[in-house]
């Protein structure tokens, strides 16, 4: 919007709000990412929930140890309210479940050239933890446009061989498309480890000998709860079975949580109430609270870098920026894959076994990274060869149909990435882009 129309939103909003409640100061600076980090950013929030000054000691680095390095840096502003003060008014709808926020009035505004951030009305993890998305994505893709350096949705993890070579790798998925059970991966292969540095922001610099160096800005982990076990995450069951936060899932009558796709059924006697506080049977659903539109919705979009909904500026700039990055005095580029985990036969049946499986993929990788010639050319470029993939013990997998090209589906595919073009970016988009869509669709008519 524009600032007229977002001073007259604000001032709307923001006087009195936070009348009758404990307007919690997050006093200390919280640093995202390690303190003292030459790729670190400080920010300084205003919260009038309980929620976010807990869960921000989780999430971030808070403490006197930052005061120490803010000095004169330039910090981050963060405002927030969830717009409820008390006495509740008249007008407000009754607090469900005791989780105040004000849906009619939300609003969450992002302002990079003042580096501020301002979010009225919403509970939502967020849209109040401002450490999160709007910081380390929104507002710090344009400081690192400004200066250099990338902020991305993506996981970090590092992947070691059994002759204890490690490699670091950053995959960008969009939100519930398993980014968090690919960082938190146990890996099937005998002698393979992978080691999760994050699982869903990166922030990325070269350093001064041209290696591209890469840190998670977030101290804990943060995510959504259904279809979560410890058959697709056994690693995440681990890690949230002590100091772990949880809403909107359901209780257990002994003390526990549950939710869909948990694969534990509580035990003989014991009840589950849902997150409306209703007392209900496991197989009823849902059982938690779903905001993300991603886990329901199942659309397939166009998300470049899985960025879609975060970048801070111009689309077509944001893109830009990265082909500029290459430029970087002797920038040493990391290799590029692109996956889908995703694909089904004509049945309808998953191609591949995934979660702990994709370790296969990884070690295919690794060794094109090694410079082996294991790779075959494709009209979409360089896939696994003739038994590249290391597919031992794995019954009934089709590699043939896992690597084809089929001609009608990537023509509709480059008409759809060309209207996407032409509706997000348009006059903007740059032309190298450009000139990459014209060669695929060149290479799919030959097909």
Request: charged share 20%; net charge positive; with cysteine.
């Amino acid at each position: 919007m524009s600032e007229k129309e977002f001073d007259k939103a604000f001032n709307a909003r923001f006087p009195e709000c936070m009348k009758g409640t404990e307007p919690y100061n997050v006093r200390d600076p919280f640093s995202m990412g390690p303190i003292g980090s030459p790729l670190s950013k400080i920010g300084i929030q205003l919260t009038d929930s309980p929620y976010v000054v807990t869960s921000s000691r989780i999430m971030t680095r808070m403490g006197s140890d930052v005061l120490k390095v803010l000095g004169n840096e330039q910090f981050v502003k963060c405002l927030h309210s969830v717009g409820c003060p008390l006495p509740l008014k008249s007008e407000l709808k009754p607090l469900v479940n005791n989780w105040a926020c004000n849906p009619e009035l939300t609003l969450v505004a992002h302002i990079p050239q003042r580096r501020e951030i301002i979010s009225f009305g919403s509970g939502y993890g967020g849209n109040s933890l401002l450490g999160k998305k709007c910081f380390a994505l929104r507002i710090a893709s344009k400081i690192g446009q400004e200066e250099g350096w990338l902020a991305e949705h993506m996981l970090i993890l590092g992947v070691t061989n059994p002759e204890g070579q490690k490699k670091y790798m950053a995959a960008a998925f969009p939100s519930a498309c398993g980014k968090t059970n690919m960082a938190m991966m146990s890996p099937t292969l005998p002698g393979w480890k992978v080691e999760c540095v994050g699982d869903d922001i990166a922030w990325m610099k070269f350093d001064k000998q041209g290696n591209l160096r890469a840190i998670n800005p977030e101290n804990g982990f943060f995510g959504v709860a259904p279809g979560t076990s410890f058959k697709t995450n056994p690693n995440a069951m681990k890690t949230i079975s002590r100091n772990t936060i949880f809403t909107n899932v359901a209780e257990t009558s002994d003390g526990g949580v549950y939710w869909e796709g948990m694969d534990q059924a509580p035990p003989p006697g014991v009840t589950i109430t849902s997150w409306k506080n209703k007392e209900i049977l496991p197989s009823a659903a849902p059982v938690v609270h779903r905001s993300c539109p991603c886990v329901t919705g199942k659309v397939i979009m166009h998300d470049p870098f899985a960025m879609r909904p975060f970048f801070g500026y111009n689309f077509g700039k944001y893109l830009t920026h990265w082909l500029r990055i290459q430029h970087h005095p002797s920038a040493k580029l990391p290799k590029i894959f692109h996956v889908n985990w995703f694909r089904k036969d004509k049945q309808g049946n998953f191609l591949w076994p995934g979660y702990g499986e994709n370790c296969r993929v990884l070690e295919w990788m690794c060794r094109r990274i090694n410079g082996e010639d294991c790779a075959t050319p494709s009209p979409i470029g360089l896939i696994p060869g003739d038994k590249a993939l290391n597919i031992k013990g794995l019954d009934n997998i089709n590699l043939t149909e896992l690597f084809s090209v089929e001609k009608e589906f990537w023509e509709e595919e480059v008409k759809a990435i060309k209207k996407f073009f032409e509706e997000q970016v348009n006059e903007d988009l740059p032309r190298d882009v450009a000139n990459q869509l014209v060669q695929l669709e060149q290479k799919i008519r030959r097909l």
